[in-house]
């Protein structure tokens, strides 16, 4: 009988012991390259803006975006897809003057310091200003150590030169 049970005890243990083999998960798809208009992402970098700013007060400008075809809701999709975790939203346009929010501030106002905080504003400024009749764009956001909310437009970055 103890040989039984030992011989049970042993089909049972080596029984739990074997794994199926799986296959591998396959890997998932590489998402296609998105594209409309006038938005393209090649590794990842967004083209959907027409100026891009910098910590050394230069901007360049986007050779590749067809500044005809620009407006605000698109503009902001581009600015959103650079700054991942800074999410742009709009409100709303009130004559020369376009109505922003963003709901989760904390990223912007407090962890990207106050040169970080003053290039997103700029590169949200002069991109958006860039549609016509947009002269002001209003940012609604919890206010941190590196920012709080305002209006400003292009005079704000008047020392952010143009290279090439």
């Known amino acids: 009988m103890k040989k039984i049970c030992y011989l049970g005890l042993i089909i049972f243990f080596s029984a739990c012991n074997q794994q199926e083999e799986k296959e591998?998960?396959?890997?998932?798809?590489?998402?296609?390259?998105?594209?409309?208009?006038?938005?393209?992402?090649?590794?990842?970098?967004?083209?959907?803006?027409?100026?891009?700013?910098?910590?050394?007060?230069?901007?360049?400008?986007?050779?590749e975006i067809n500044v005809a075809s620009i407006n605000a809701d698109s503009l902001i999709k581009g600015l959103n897809q650079m700054y991942e975790n800074v999410y742009l939203q709009k409100d709303k346009q009130s004559n020369d003057t376009?109505?922003?929010?963003?709901?989760d501030s904390e990223f912007l106002t407090n962890r990207m310091g106050s040169t970080g905080a003053e290039v997103y504003v700029?590169?949200?400024?002069?991109?958006?200003?860039?549609?016509?009749?947009?002269?002001?764009?209003?940012?609604?956001?919890?206010?941190?150590?590196?920012?709080?909310?305002?209006?400003?437009?292009?005079?704000?970055?008047?020392?952010?030169?143009?290279?090439e």
């Open 24 to 63: 591998p998960a396959p890997l998932p798809e590489q998402p296609p390259e998105a594209t409309t208009d006038s938005l393209q992402i090649v590794k990842g970098e967004a083209k959907l803006y027409v100026w891009k700013n910098d910590a050394d007060y230069t901007r360049r400008k986007n050779s």
């Open 98 to 103: 376009l109505y922003t929010f963003i709901k």
């Open 122 to 163: 700029a590169d949200v400024v002069m991109n958006l200003t860039e549609v016509p009749g947009i002269k002001y764009v209003h940012i609604d956001l919890q206010e941190g150590s590196h920012m709080q909310p305002g209006t400003w437009s292009r005079t704000n970055f008047a020392r952010y030169k143009v290279v």
